[in-house]
């Protein structure tokens, strides 16, 4: 099924200037890029993206990483597009990721893990709404 997802380039892997290189393994698996900026994260909008980790013990500093500095988010489309990005991605942590992935290849840690992919089908519309007008993603 053709599916939407959202990705984040993370404040750690913007900062090391390795943008292009995660792109480039997004556009090379597959997935169309349907809409892409670069903005920063408040404290209180990074707490809003990830309510649902609210009462996780690492909460308050997963939101003060994400709010520290640029990212980027896209839209990503494709067959499957949740399971290939987040496939793309690797494991939360980078250090049990396979080789190859993002997080494996650019992870600095458990938490400074340099991208983001929705879940699930219906977390990527909840996830794509937080950040995109419809009029900011094409047709293609
Ligand atoms: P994923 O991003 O793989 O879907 P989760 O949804 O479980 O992982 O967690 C969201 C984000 O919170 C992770 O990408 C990571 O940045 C951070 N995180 C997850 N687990 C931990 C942890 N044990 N310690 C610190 N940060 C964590
Ligand atoms: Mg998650």
């Given at each position: 099924?053709?599916?939407?997802?959202?990705?984040?380039?993370?404040?750690?892997?913007?900062?090391?200037?390795?943008?292009?290189?995660?792109?480039?393994?997004?556009?090379?698996?597959?997935?169309?890029?349907?809409?892409?900026?670069?903005?920063?994260?408040?404290?209180?909008?990074?707490?809003?993206?990830?309510?649902?980790?609210?009462d996780?013990?690492?909460?308050?500093?997963?939101?003060?990483?994400?709010?520290?500095?640029?990212?980027?988010?896209?839209?990503?489309?494709?067959?499957?597009?949740?399971?290939?990005?987040?496939?793309?991605m690797?494991?939360?942590?980078?250090?049990?990721?396979?080789?190859?992935?993002?997080?494996?290849?650019?992870?600095?840690?458990?938490?400074?893990?340099?991208?983001?992919?929705?879940?699930?089908?219906?977390?990527?519309?909840?996830?794509?709404?937080?950040?995109?007008?419809a009029l900011?993603?094409?047709?293609?």
């Open positions: 099924m053709i599916q939407q997802t959202l990705s984040i380039i993370k404040p750690d892997a913007v900062q090391r200037d390795v943008c292009g290189e995660i792109l480039k393994r997004i556009e090379a698996g597959g997935l169309k890029i349907k809409a892409l900026k670069m903005l920063e994260l408040s404290k209180k909008q990074a707490q809003g993206f990830y309510a649902v980790h609210q996780k013990p690492f909460f308050d500093s997963l939101t003060d990483f994400m709010s520290s500095g640029p990212i980027v988010v896209s839209v990503l489309e494709g067959e499957d597009a949740v399971r290939v990005y987040r496939d793309i690797g494991a939360t942590n980078p250090a049990e990721a396979s080789p190859g992935t993002i997080r494996k290849e650019f992870g600095l840690d458990i938490e400074k893990n340099s991208v983001h992919g929705s879940d699930s089908s219906e977390n990527a519309s909840t996830e794509i709404a937080y950040f995109f007008h900011e993603m094409v047709d293609r």
